[in-house]
């Protein structure tokens, strides 16, 4: 089966938002057998939309689209299918009901516009929303296929997993490719790939490294006719990796760092506070992302300002001796932190964002503290020149990867 993905919104073309939801379809598609040709991004244009979906629907089988759904005049996914097609959309009188019950339940009219989105084609059907107003279409004649579904993220993501996935599942049993990440941390992608030849040449499975953010990814791949198959050619691979890296191997899939810390922290009744600068609680935010993270996060504090840092305890004597910006200050802010909310382990982190030098330290260079419920302290340097918002983000999954040292005995000296 040939798929194809077009995402539709002039807001993707202008580089307003970033088109997320074509990345998650994507990675699902070769789970389920069904082969992606072609992704297409087309903005809110009737023309070029018409053009799109006709080139679409003349060279796949199953076409996914995202966006267009909403009820304004430039949401013309379905007139854009009704043209293809030459049928005529007609108000559908269970969605018609179901959108003013929406609106109604929560005290206010429905705008006449939103009745758009109740159409409904002869060949088509709706997927249902629970998150939205935009129901989906799942239109489908002279054996093609087009799924629509909302731009927004979140609803596309849920209609997805319950609703469409599950169909195609079910109606395409072909080849599927199934795979496992494997995430390590502490080792060069070059080493990372000379560890794990040996597994290279196991029958029927393929291994990739990828250096990310967070280490280098070890993704195991196979293809079965079943998802059962290929999870049997998968797991002895991941058993021999697993031993070959030990505790190098820090998570799986869809793990995160902070997710990782945070079962860490509650599992040993352990928690932890921050204090940042440079990140401006970046750091404080990505752990409170961390569902439960109210059981081992003790709270952070943003001192931006180095009269912040001597209000919040950091001692005086440090930052005239060695600078605002220095490991010294970083290890003196996270033993601060520490003490001021009463953590078992305190981050800090000061830097300077940039564009331009302070106190003639270059622009991107960040220090990292650590301090430990042992008495420990440690620190380290990174330099990350690639503009401010690119700083802070470096500088975050750097603490989340120090905070792991630190947690496993292995603090640099």
């Given at each position: 089966m040939k798929a194809e993905i077009i995402a539709i919104g002039t807001e993707i073309l202008l580089g307003e938002i970033v088109d997320t939801n074509s990345a998650h379809l994507a990675r699902q598609l070769p789970e389920l057998g069904i082969d992606l040709y072609y992704k297409s991004v087309v903005g809110d244009n009737r023309a070029r939309l018409h053009e799109t979906f006709r080139r679409a629907w003349e060279r796949s089988?199953?076409?996914?689209?995202?966006?267009?759904?909403?009820?304004?005049?430039?949401?013309?996914?379905?007139?854009?299918?009704?043209?293809?097609?030459?049928?005529?959309?007609?108000?559908?009188?269970?969605?018609?009901?179901?959108?003013?019950?929406?609106?109604?339940?929560?005290?206010?009219?429905?705008?006449?516009?939103?009745?758009?989105?109740?159409?409904?084609?002869?060949?088509?059907?709706?997927?249902?929303?629970?998150?939205?107003?935009?129901?989906?279409?799942?239109?489908?004649?002279?054996?093609?296929?087009?799924?629509?579904?909302?731009?927004?993220?979140?609803?596309?993501?849920?209609?997805?997993?319950?609703e469409v996935r599950p169909e195609l599942e079910r109606r395409f049993?072909?080849?599927?490719l199934v795979t496992r990440t494997l995430k390590t941390l502490g080792i060069g992608e070059g080493t990372v790939d000379e560890?794990?030849?040996?597994?290279?040449?196991?029958?029927?499975?393929?291994?990739?490294?990828?250096?990310?953010?967070?280490?280098?990814?070890?993704?195991?791949?196979?293809?079965?006719?079943?998802?059962?198959?290929?999870?049997?050619?998968?797991?002895p691979a991941e058993e021999e990796l697993r031993q070959i890296f030990g505790n190098a191997i820090w998570g799986s899939d869809e793990d995160t760092l902070e997710g990782m810390l945070g079962d860490v922290f509650r599992e040993r009744g352990e928690t932890l506070a921050t204090m940042e600068s440079v990140t401006g609680g970046l750091l404080a935010a990505t752990f409170t992302d961390v569902p439960g993270a109210s059981g081992f996060f003790q709270g952070g504090l943003v001192t931006y300002q180095t009269e912040g840092k001597i209000a919040a305890g950091v001692d005086l004597g440090v930052i005239r001796e060695f600078g605002v910006v220095s490991q010294e200050?970083?290890?003196?802010?996270?033993?601060?932190?520490?003490?001021?909310?009463?953590?078992?382990?305190?981050?800090?982190?000061?830097?300077?964002?940039?564009?331009?030098?302070?106190?003639?330290?270059?622009p991107g260079t960040v220090h990292l503290g650590i301090a430990t419920p042992d008495g420990t302290e440690a620190a380290m340097t990174i330099v990350v020149n690639q503009g401010r918002a690119a700083v802070r983000r470096r500088a975050v999954t750097t603490a989340l990867l120090l905070l792991r040292r630190a947690l496993y005995g292995q603090l640099p000296q």
């Open positions: 089988d199953l076409i996914l689209t995202t966006g267009g759904l909403g009820p304004t005049d430039d949401d013309m996914t379905r007139e854009a299918i009704a043209e293809i097609l030459g049928e005529k959309p007609v108000v559908d009188a269970e969605l018609e009901q179901r959108l003013r019950g929406f609106f109604a339940s929560r005290g206010y009219p429905m705008p006449e516009s939103n009745i758009k989105q109740a159409w409904l084609l002869p060949s088509a059907r709706a997927i249902p929303n629970p998150r939205g107003t935009a129901p989906g279409w799942w239109t489908e004649r002279d054996g093609h296929i087009i799924v629509s579904m909302p731009g927004v993220p979140p609803e596309m993501e849920l209609m997805w997993a319950n049993s072909g080849e599927v560890m794990a030849r040996p597994v290279y040449a196991m029958p029927g499975i393929g291994v990739g490294t990828y250096a990310r953010a967070d280490g280098v990814h070890l993704r195991i791949g196979a293809k079965a006719s079943t998802r059962e198959e290929a999870w049997m050619l998968i797991r200050t970083a290890k003196e802010m996270a033993r601060a932190v520490r003490v001021h909310a009463d953590a078992d382990y305190g981050i800090g982190i000061t830097g300077v964002a940039g564009p331009d030098p302070q106190e003639g330290v270059a």
